[in-house]
């Protein structure tokens, strides 16, 4: 026990703490968005799973940032797709959602088959590149704290500050700009955007690619940061987490980003305990992330529902 | 039946099956080229994907043995898509099912006559309490059912590869999957030297038990009502609360059932580590293809299970990876689910028309 609080407030732990949390962030803050708009995106686990595969196999060829536009640029595309498929041809969004997360898992597998001659499990013999981490050392020099600013906000990855910042970004355009207005609006009361003449379909159109393009960018951080290279089914649930993730964040940027930040320390929790407690199976420690997530969304809407009804009443 | 209604009938079961297999040659088509650029020789490719399945006794065999797999799994998608519950929880309850039937093949009461019933009892009870959990969660506390389903999933997963590597193994031993069941444990053949057995039957009979579940009792009336509209329901009394989570249970014993038709059928005969072999999920295409209908399920599988046993014996034959079948499921999905048509025109009307919501909101109200 001694150990586990030893690690856990270790600013080793920190550091993995902020890299299982950012692609959680990541797809939690798309998931977001789309569920603003009035459109549940179940299939930010797979638009995540091509985004990492798009991002290994673009990073043999390319520069690492060309193969993180090209993640995002595959997750918005995937987006628009379901856009389509959801606005124009009146699909209903889970299934839809549920197409993609199936075309995902085939898909990779196929496409890896293909780009390593033969491999079907993973993506050893495709030499990737991985994000850089920002060094901050000159920290240091800051008299006194130095070294644990050092410590602690230096190693992160690049795509961790874009996400943080990226949190004040969107809260900003949710809660300051009159298009956040309107997207805040179009998934609680369309009609009365429309009568405004704003056509909410666009508007849901648009939050869908972004949605995509944002869980393109968890994909990046995933298979370029905290595994550099792909494995088959590599997000391993981490897409429907963040979706949990959206529902017990209340429906807020902040709330994403302390819902991702807890999924992330229990995730991160699941990547130190087999070295510290090796007498408790892998595949419970593993089961971690899921029952925190069920617990978590159970509390939270049995909270939600106390309430509603004290409001009610 | 009024005669009107019995024409409405088939027009309905006409249009329904146009649009199934339109989408099927589109997914076909879509595939066909996705082989002709990945594949040395895509003809041949091509060929035995069509037609291989049925070459054979031995490959109708375990054609007919998916399509009876698919067909539980399809009618316990349709069961809670009928109640309008996106719950996708059929993966974990066949696991849950599994480790419940093995449990009971590899106990002293395996070795007797009741190995197959009672295993099939625990299986259908456990995947039930499986359906149950999410049920009750969204019925009493309105948590999203579509994510606490997909996390006991892989809750069931990690269970299963535990309770195998720990308890259900002989000791010492490397394989990632129990001893074989005694023979008293295992479905009997329906037709010798083929895997088709008994679980055939229980597929069937669970089509039969569905659709008059649903169109024949109250419950069903209810259940249809509810995910019908559920406004409407509340204002005529119906519990929801109970009607959701008995849907939601229901589901969870189709899946449990369709665990032990795995574990117990002659194509396995023991418990496996990922056995399923994501075929759970392949499920929900066919709850999407027969539009949730149980009499509709068994047709949507036996199509597909073609197609799927096709591509496995493509990807052993051939150079191209059997996970192009994956590509068409999503590809039929995503046409089936949504509204286009097999008329050219009207379908690029649909494409092209500009989006005025306005108006639809008009034809909604009418």
């Known amino acids: ?26 797809a939690t ?40 536009i090209a993640a995002l640029l595959a997750g918005a595309f995937l987006g628009s797709v379901m856009a389509f498929f959801h606005l124009r041809l009146k699909a209903d969004i889970v299934l839809v959602g549920f197409a993609i997360n199936i075309f995902a898992s085939g898909a990779t597998v196929f496409a890896l088959t293909l780009a390593t001659g033969g491999d079907k499990g993973s993506s050893t013999n495709l030499i990737s590149k991985p994000v850089p981490a920002l060094d901050l050392s000159f920290l240091g020099m800051v008299p006194g704290v130095g070294g644990l600013l050092v410590r602690t906000l230096s190693g992160h990855s690049v795509l961790s500050w874009l996400a943080g910042l990226l ?32 056509s909410a379909n666009a508007l849901r159109g648009w939050s869908l690619v972004a949605s995509g393009a944002l869980a393109g960018l968890a994909g990046a951080q995933l298979s370029m940061f905290n595994y550099v290279g792909f494995t088959r089914d590599m997000t391993a649930g981490r897409g429907f987490i963040a979706l949990g993730a959206v529902l017990l964040g209340a429906r807020h940027p902040v709330g994403a980003l302390l819902a991702a930040l807890l999924f992330g320390m229990f995730d991160a929790l699941s990547v130190v305990m087999p070295g510290l407690f090796n007498w408790i199976p892998a595949e419970l420690i593993r089961m971690i992330p899921f029952v925190v997530t069920i617990v978590a969304l159970i509390l939270f809407s049995y909270r939600m529902k106390l309430t509603s009804t004290t409001f009610d009443h | 039946m009024s005669e009107a209604a019995t024409t409405r009938r088939w027009a309905v079961l006409r249009r329904e099956t146009g649009r199934a297999l339109g989408a099927a040659i589109i997914a076909l088509a879509v595939a066909f080229l996705i082989i002709l650029f990945s594949s040395k020789t895509p003809l041949q490719a091509f060929a035995t994907l069509t037609t291989a399945p049925i070459t054979k006794v031995r490959t109708v065999g375990l054609w007919i043995d998916d399509v009876a797999k698919l067909t539980v799994a399809g009618l316990a998608y349709s069961l809670v898509f009928q109640a309008r519950q996106f719950a996708l929880g059929v993966q974990g ?52 059912e579509i994510v606490s389903s997909l996390m006991l999933n892989y809750v069931a997963i990690e269970l299963a590869n535990y309770l195998i590597r720990v308890d259900l193994t002989t000791p010492n031993s490397r394989l990632l999957s129990t001893a074989p069941f005694p023979s008293t444990a295992v479905f009997p053949a329906l037709i010798p030297n083929t895997r088709i057995d008994i679980g055939l039957i229980f597929a069937l009979t669970s089509v039969v038990a569905v659709w008059f579940a ?22 005529a009394g119906i519990k929801e609360a109970f009607i959701i989570v008995s849907a939601m249970a229901a589901s969870g014993a189709l899946g449990g059932l369709l665990g032990a038709m795995f574990v117990e059928g002659r194509s396995f005969g023991k418990l496996a580590v990922s056995f399923e072999g994501n075929l759970a999920f392949e499920g929900l295409l066919i709850a999407i293809v027969a539009r949730n209908r149980p009499l509709a399920v068994p047709v949507a599988a036996l199509f597909y299970g073609y197609l799927r046993q096709g591509a496995q014996l493509m990807s052993i034959r051939t150079d191209v990876p059997s996970e192009i079948i994956v590509i068409v499921t999503a590809v039929i999905i995503l046409l089936v689910a949504s509204s286009y048509s097999v008329k050219p025109r009207a379908m690029l009307a649909a494409i092209t028309r500009s989006s005025r919501p306005a108006r639809t909101h008009v034809e909604a109200v009418k």
């Open chain 1, 167 to 198: 949190v004040f970004v969107l809260w900003y355009f949710l809660y300051r700009t009159s298009w956040g207005l309107q997207l805040r609006s179009v998934g609680e009361h369309p009609s009365a955007l429309e009568a405004a003449g704003v």
């Open chain 2, 93 to 144: 309850q066949v696991y849950v099912g599994a480790l419940a039937a093995s449990y009971i093949a590899l106990s002293p009461l395996g070795q007797t006559w009741c190995a197959i019933p009672l295993g099939i009892v625990c299986a259908m009870a456990g995947g039930a309490l499986w359906g149950f959990l999410p049920g009750i969660a969204k019925a009493r506390l309105g948590a999203n």
């Open chain 1, 1 to 26: 026990m001694i150990e586990l609080l030893a690690t856990v407030f270790s600013a080793a732990f920190f550091l993995t703490v902020i890299r299982t949390s950012t692609p959680l962030l990541l």
């Open chain 1, 29 to 68: 803050l798309g998931g977001l968005i789309a569920d603003l708009s009035g459109a549940l995106n179940v299939a930010l686990e797979g638009i995540m799973l091509v985004s990492c595969l798009t991002a290994v196999v673009v990073s043999v060829y390319a520069p690492w940032y060309v193969a993180v």
């Open chain 2, 214 to 235: 649903l169109y024949r009792t109250s419950w069903g009336l209810k259940l249809r009502l509810v995910g019908h509209n559920s406004r409407f329901a509340q204002y």
